[in-house]
């Protein structure tokens, strides 16, 4: 059974930094592209990072650019995401997700976390 659970949320001040883990189970991580979600209150949910199998393609959203990195701990089938220099409006419910597939997953993903909460605030 595929099970993603995601930790590592929490209160942060501006130009702080968190570290995002996204621990799978059910399946082998390194043979699936992962991404990573975050949903704003009052705003639609948007993707933040993505890495295919084996890192061959990663993708970050223009707003995360040089501040967020997306990683795999193939041992501990687990995929994080470091957030450094964050910002008042990177505050958000953060997800991973998966389709089990070798692409970059979509906002209709077939398998979420639960999500953890990321608050960036003086």
């Known amino acids: 059974q595929v099970h993603l659970v995601e930790s590592g949320g929490g209160l942060v001040q501006p130009g702080g930094s968190l570290r995002l883990s996204c621990a799978a189970s059910?399946?082998?991580?390194?043979?699936?592209?992962i991404g990573w979600f975050r949903q704003a209150p009052g705003k639609e949910r948007e993707g933040v990072s993505c890495s295919t199998s084996s890192d061959s393609y990663i993708w970050y959203h223009d707003s995360v650019k040089g501040r967020f990195t997306i990683s795999r701990d193939n041992a501990a089938n687990t995929v994080y995401l470091q957030m450094n220099r964050l910002k008042p409006e990177d505050t958000a419910i953060y997800y991973c997700a998966t389709d089990l597939s070798l692409y970059c997953p979509s906002g209709d993903s077939a398998f979420w976390g639960q999500g953890t909460q990321v608050t960036v605030s003086s």
């Open positions: 059910g399946f082998t991580l390194d043979h699936y592209a």
